[in-house]
């Protein structure tokens, strides 16, 4: 069974950084593309940055280039996010992705899904 958990949402104030990690299991791990997305209230979902499976091409929304990095760690499962100069508008629930088609910025492209991680942003 695949499961994708999220971790390291919180509550932090405009300017700062958070640091978001999605573990994956039940997968061939270096197999798979992985994803970010978020979704606000009342939105839909929408990308943030991808990875490939080798970790050697990113992709990122123009809304958080320069101020986010996403990373993996093949040996360890795992796909970081570095966010840093949050503002308001990043608020959102944030959800890790994981696609055998190659670095995808479409949700409908990804084939599993982590349940999510709460990300506030206070003015």
């Known amino acids: 069974q695949v499961q994708l958990v999220e971790s390291g949402g919180g509550l932090v104030q405009a300017g700062g950084s958070l640091r978001l990690s999605c573990a994956a299991s039940g997968l061939t791990y270096s197999r798979y593309a992985m994803g970010w997305f978020r979704q606000a209230p009342g939105k839909e979902r929408e990308f943030v940055a991808a990875?490939?499976?080798?970790?050697?091409?990113?992709a990122y929304a123009d809304s958080v280039k320069g101020r986010f990095t996403i990373s993996r760690d093949n040996a360890k499962n795992t796909v970081d996010l570095q966010m840093n100069s949050l503002k308001p508008e990043d608020t959102a629930v944030y959800y890790c992705a994981a696609t055998s088609s190659g670095t995808r910025r479409r949700a409908n492209e990804y084939d599993y899904w982590g349940q999510g991680t709460q990300v506030t942003v206070s003015s």
């Open positions: 990875i490939s499976w080798s970790g050697g091409f990113t």
